[in-house]
């Protein structure tokens, strides 16, 4: 069996990676996706995990910049802002880059403790892919839904702090 080509980290796409990964703490705190959305490129592909239980929910892969930007300020500016997401873990491939986190807060009225991974894939300073992977747990009293406590001690150190006085003006 072959063995995967594993490549060292593109710095520069690792600086992009953590750009848009601080846009998008910035969005998931104050409902501002602008610093995000600036980082895509024309032609980017985005796979999110948005509840099928929502009413118009996007499905499998959204392509384009436009796509994104008309479902980041409408549906996410709406729903998404009042949480914290911390960058607790990060790996690279070549322009590959991984960002493993956590989020606590609120979203869209519901108090939430959960992991998210974020694949981003950086090709000409601009983000050409996204994948996010989410630990949604079921909405129940048992899921540890609702506890922001929950799972706080799977990290032991945050790589990527959320600090609004940071956030680009």
Same mark, same amino acid.
């Given at each position: ?38 980082? %895509?490129?024309? $032609? /980017?592909?985005?796979?999110?995990? @948005?509840?099928?239980? *929502? +009413?118009?929910?996007? !499905?499998? =892969? ?44 609120? %979203?869209?009225? $519901? /108090?939430?403790?959960?992991?998210? @991974?974020?694949?981003? *894939? +950086?090709?000409?300073? !601009?983000? =050409? ?41």
């Amino acid at each position: 069996m072959a063995r995967p080509e594993i490549a060292p980290p593109d710095e520069a796409a690792v600086e992009v990676a953590v750009a848009a990964f601080a846009g998008i703490q910035r969005g998931a705190a104050t409902g501002d996706w602008d610093d995000f959305l600036a980082l %895509l490129a024309e $032609e /980017v592909r985005i796979m999110i995990p @948005v509840p099928s239980t *929502e +009413v118009g929910a996007p !499905e499998g =892969v959204l392509r384009g910049k436009d796509v994104a930007r008309q479902m980041f300020n409408s549906r996410h500016r709406e729903k998404v802002r009042g949480a914290v997401l911390e960058g607790k873990r990060l790996a690279a491939n070549g322009p590959l880059v991984v960002v493993e986190s956590r989020v606590e807060g609120t %979203l869209d009225t $519901e /108090v939430v403790a959960n992991h998210f @991974v974020f694949v981003f *894939e +950086v090709a000409d300073g !601009e983000i =050409v892919s996204m994948y996010e992977y989410a630990s949604w747990t079921a909405k129940g009293p048992q899921s540890g839904w609702g506890d922001p406590t929950f799972a706080r001690d799977a990290f032991d150190t945050t790589a990527l702090p959320y600090d609004p006085a940071a956030a680009p003006a």
